[in-house]
T-cell receptor
C-alpha cells in the first residue's frame, strides 16, 4: 500500500525563523516520485518540487530546501528565514510506477508565520 | 497561456438543487481529477478520468456525478443526494500522475 504521512497538523513560527515540514512515505515500489505543493489562502495548489526515487540529492531553491532520505522514507521541506508570505498549507504527495493514475496526498501541514 | 480553469469561483445553491461545477483545461492532459476540501482538512478524491468517456470513482463519490465527453472538460455535478455539499472543490489535470498535477483555482460551493 502507498501512504503519505504529514504528522504536523499545524506549525506556528515568527518571521525569520527556520521551519521544517516533515513528510514520511510508504511504498513497496522501487520507482516512485515525491512532490510538495503549497496552498496559499487563495486556495489554488501550487507545485513546488518533484523528486524521483533515484535522485537522493538535496535540493535548494532560494529559501526553500528539500531533504530526501530513502533510509528513513522521508522527504522533508525546510523554509529558511520564514516570511509572512510563506503562510499556507503544504501538501506532500507520492506517485509510483505501479500506480500511475493518481497522486497519494498527505493530510497537509498548516504553516502560520507571524510578523 | 496553458492552464486549467474552474468556474465559477463562488457558487450558492439552495438545498435540494443539483449544481454543476465547470473544469476546463487547455494543457492537452489526458487525466483529470476532482477533489473536495473541507475547512482545515486535506484533499479527498471524488472522481478521476484517465481518458475521454471513461472515469473512476474516488474515495467519496457518493452524491456526485461526472462526465468526460471531451478531453478538455470534466464537469462535476453535485446532486441533491450529497448530504453535506458545502465545501471547496478543486479540479486538477495531469499527463500522468508521476509528473504531478496542475490545479485549478477552485470553486467554493455554499448550499443554504
Amino acid at each position: 500500500a502507498q501512504k503519505v504521512t504529514q504528522a504536523q497538523t499545524e506549525i506556528s513560527v515568527v518571521e525569520k525563523e527556520d521551519v521544517t515540514l516533515d513528510c514520511v512515505y510508504e511504498t513497496r515500489d522501487t520507482t516512485y516520485y515525491l512532490f510538495w505543493y503549497k496552498q496559499p489562502p487563495s486556495g489554488e495548489l501550487v507545485f513546488l518540487i518533484r523528486r524521483n526515487s533515484f535522485d537522493e540529492q538535496n535540493e535548494i531553491s532560494g529559501r526553500y530546501s528539500w531533504n530526501f532520505q530513502k533510509s528513513t522514507s522521508s522527504f522533508n521541506f525546510t523554509i529558511t528565514a520564514s516570511q509572512v508570505v510563506d503562510s499556507a498549507v503544504y501538501f506532500c504527495a507520492l506517485a509510483t510506477s505501479y500506480n500511475t493514475d493518481k497522486l497519494i496526498f498527505g493530510t497537509g501541514t498548516r504553516l502560520q508565520v507571524f510578523p | 497561456d496553458g492552464g486549467i480553469t474552474q468556474s465559477p469561483k463562488y457558487l450558492f445553491r439552495k438545498e435540494g438543487q443539483n449544481v454543476t461545477l465547470s473544469c476546463e483545461q487547455n494543457l492537452n492532459h489526458d487525466a483529470m481529477y476532482w477533489y473536495r476540501q473541507d475547512p482545515g482538512q486535506g484533499l479527498r478524491l471524488i472522481y478521476y478520468s484517465q481518458i475521454v468517456n471513461d472515469f473512476q470513482k474516488g474515495d467519496i463519490a457518493e452524491g456526485y456525478s461526472v462526465s468526460r465527453e471531451k478531453k478538455e472538460s470534466f464537469p462535476l455535478t453535485v446532486t441533491s443526494a450529497q448530504k453535506n455539499p458545502t465545501a471547496f472543490y478543486l479540479c486538477a489535470s495531469s499527463i500522468n500522475a508521476v509528473y504531478g498535477y496542475t490545479f485549478g483555482s477552485g470553486t467554493r460551493l455554499t448550499v443554504v
